[in-house]
């Protein structure tokens, strides 16, 4: 098989990968992701002490040889709460990602194609949930279903899919009325094996990059939510939560250590997963594609 041959047969995904390999902060944004992936997936063996067990002997202390980064308000190792907290805030945003983006992707689906009084009304529904602040209503849900690690990612993903759905509507409005629809069609298939199997594969691009910013805005929306006391609730550590417990000017001031780590940790994350959505969109632009 000629050279020529080799790039025509390039499969689409080939080529993303390819063109986001140029993109050197996605690069280096994915490398460190992966480090707080791996580390948050093995905090039970790299965490040097039980990320709950408590000694008030050892209270407020600064870092140190022992406690690297010294100890919280109980004496728990903050090191330690570091790994596993990023278990918890990890997973909201990839559990909560995982609601709003199905959820998204089915009524956008739904509306874009059907189109008439179903887009009519699938569009009024997503504008009501658009026209209400996001901490507004967390802050009422959580308030009426109390605070809790599943709660929170129903919570956050119920509330954050109305971008997803209009995303998808938009694909799919501009995808619907293609010879290869039309053609579908004709040989007779269903209005569901149109959606899942033409018009979902095709607004996938665009779906992937949504559900990598999403897991970000999850991961964020989980240490606000948490700051406030409505999401996870001690001793269960999550970034957030971690956050909750320097509310006090006394803790900001004189005992950095309580806040600084989780909130480096909420930073460095948040920014390596925006540098891969910004490679994944570039790479998964068609037009860059025929570069």
Sequence with gaps: MSQNNKSKAESPWSM?????????????GLFLLTIIVFSAIFAPLLAPHDPNKTNILRAKQAPSSEFPLGTD????????????????????????????VTLGTLVGLMAGYFGGWVDTILSRIIDVFRSIPFLVMAITI????????YKLMVIIGILSWT??????????LSLREREFIHASRALGSNDLRIMLKHLFPNALAPIIVNATLR?????????????????IMPPTASWGSMLNAARSVTVLESMPWFWLPPGIMIIITVLSINFVGDGLRDALDPKLQKS
Excluded: C, Q, T
């Design 163 to 172: 971008g997803v759905a209009r995303l998808v509507r938009g694909r799919v």
């Design 215 to 231: 897991v970000a805005y999850s991961i964020l929306s989980e240490a606000g939510l948490s700051y406030l006391g409505l999401g």
């Design 16 to 28: 993303a990968w390819r063109h986001f390999k140029k993109n050197k902060m996605a690069l280096f």
């Design 142 to 149: 959580g308030a009426i279903w109390g605070p809790g690690l």
């Design 73 to 100: 308000r109980v004496g728990r190792d903050i090191l330690s709460r570091v790994l596993y907290g990023g278990r918890v805030s990890i997973s909201v945003g990839v559990v909560a990602m995982s609601i709003s």
